[in-house]
């Protein structure tokens, strides 16, 4: 039943077809060395790495090492703070064999980690052109991603909450208006910290969730991978299903009437 409902709901995007609608992270983990145990418990198929973190030189303790070749990778652009520095990182991760998906992220504020909308939109007009398949990280803010979806890109990555800060989906209202008004992928990224939080944010109609932090830093990652991957999926299967409508009055489950006498 899993297995015939996952390949009946493939998720389209990037010009590939996933079976799992959950993304992962190589960041924090105590070891890089269980980045493939994850990567299977969880049943990702997308990884999203920092290209700073990578050092190609390196023959040992090279992140790329413990990525399963099946993945598919998606660099960032972490450490970025202008559309330039972006753009110079999307180009270099292309080059060493990364491939052409790319998560921009362009952020200056050092204390809340917040992305710069203005930046990231002239980053993804200029990388779509080169023929990139842009996911750009940004604030749920519903003109930045109206400008981005005329820029061309795969699909918009909104904060549920500031990145690492496992607090949820605390931008739930704003995050409902994209899904509502957007019509490509919408993938919540950062500030999610329990399954719960991600089956909610599937519940609502977001397409995927990328989670690093929550998984990474728990006390069992692989089992935790595997907690992330059953609260995508009933999420997605409680979107599907058509939830029923909330009441403020209460209303029985059984008649009043036809009582046995």
Same mark, same amino acid.
């Given at each position: 039943?899993?297995?015939?409902?996952?390949?009946?709901?493939?998720?389209?995007?990037?010009?590939?077809?996933?079976? #799992? +609608?959950?993304?992962?992270?190589?960041?924090?983990?105590?070891?890089? +060395?269980?980045?493939?145990?994850?990567?299977? #418990?969880?049943?990702?198929?997308?990884?999203?790495?920092?290209?700073?973190?990578?050092?190609?030189?390196?023959?040992?303790?090279?992140?790329?090492?413990?990525?399963?070749?099946?993945?598919?990778?998606?660099?960032?652009?972490?450490?970025? +703070?202008?559309?330039?520095?972006?753009?110079?990182?999307?180009?270099?991760?292309?080059?060493?064999?990364?491939?052409?998906?790319?998560?921009?992220?362009?952020?200056?504020?050092?204390?809340?980690?917040?992305?710069?909308?203005?930046?990231?939109?002239?980053?993804?007009?200029?990388?779509?052109?080169?023929?990139?398949?842009?996911?750009?990280?940004?604030?749920?803010?519903?003109?930045?991603?109206?400008?981005?979806?005329?820029?061309?890109?795969?699909?918009?990555?909104?904060?549920?909450?500031?990145?690492?800060?496992?607090?949820?989906?605390?931008?739930?209202?704003?995050?409902?208006?994209?899904?509502?008004?957007?019509?490509?992928?919408?993938?919540?990224?950062?500030?999610?910290?329990?399954?719960?939080?991600?089956?909610?944010?599937?519940?609502?109609?977001?397409?995927?969730?990328?989670?690093?932090?929550?998984?990474?830093? #728990?006390?069992?990652?692989?089992?935790?991978?595997?907690?992330?991957?059953?609260?995508?999926?009933?999420?997605?299967?409680?979107?599907?299903?058509?939830?029923?409508?909330? #009441?403020?009055?209460?209303?029985?489950?059984?008649?009043?009437?036809?009582?046995?006498?």
């Amino acid at each position: 039943m899993h297995d015939h409902f996952q390949n009946n709901d493939l998720f389209e995007v990037g010009g590939k077809k996933l079976t #799992s +609608r959950l993304f992962i992270g190589t960041g924090k983990y105590a070891s890089d +060395r269980i980045i493939p145990e994850v990567c299977d #418990s969880s049943e990702s198929c997308v990884i999203t790495v920092a290209l700073r973190r990578v050092d190609f030189n390196s023959t040992t303790d090279n992140v790329m090492q413990h990525i399963p070749p099946h993945m598919q990778l998606m660099p960032n652009t972490s450490g970025a +703070r202008t559309a330039e520095e972006a753009i110079r990182i999307a180009r270099l991760a292309k080059a060493v064999g990364c491939g052409n998906w790319i998560k921009i992220e362009v952020i200056t504020d050092n204390r809340y980690l917040l992305p710069d909308g203005y930046e990231t939109v002239k980053a993804t007009e200029i990388l779509v052109q080169e023929g990139f398949e842009v996911f750009p990280y940004i604030n749920p803010d519903l003109y930045v991603a109206r400008d981005l979806v005329k820029a061309g890109a795969a699909a918009i990555m909104p904060l549920g909450a500031p990145i690492g800060t496992n607090r949820g989906l605390r931008t739930e209202e704003m995050i409902n208006i994209l899904i509502e008004e957007i019509d490509i992928p919408i993938i919540i990224d950062a500030g999610i910290g329990k399954p719960s939080h991600a089956c909610q944010a599937m519940e609502a109609g977001a397409d995927a969730c990328l989670v690093n932090t929550a998984i990474a830093t #728990s006390e069992n990652p692989i089992l935790m991978g595997k907690a992330f991957a059953q609260a995508i999926n009933a999420g997605r299967t409680a979107f599907l299903s058509g939830q029923a409508v909330t #009441s403020k009055l209460a209303s029985m489950s059984s008649p009043l009437t036809g009582f046995i006498r």
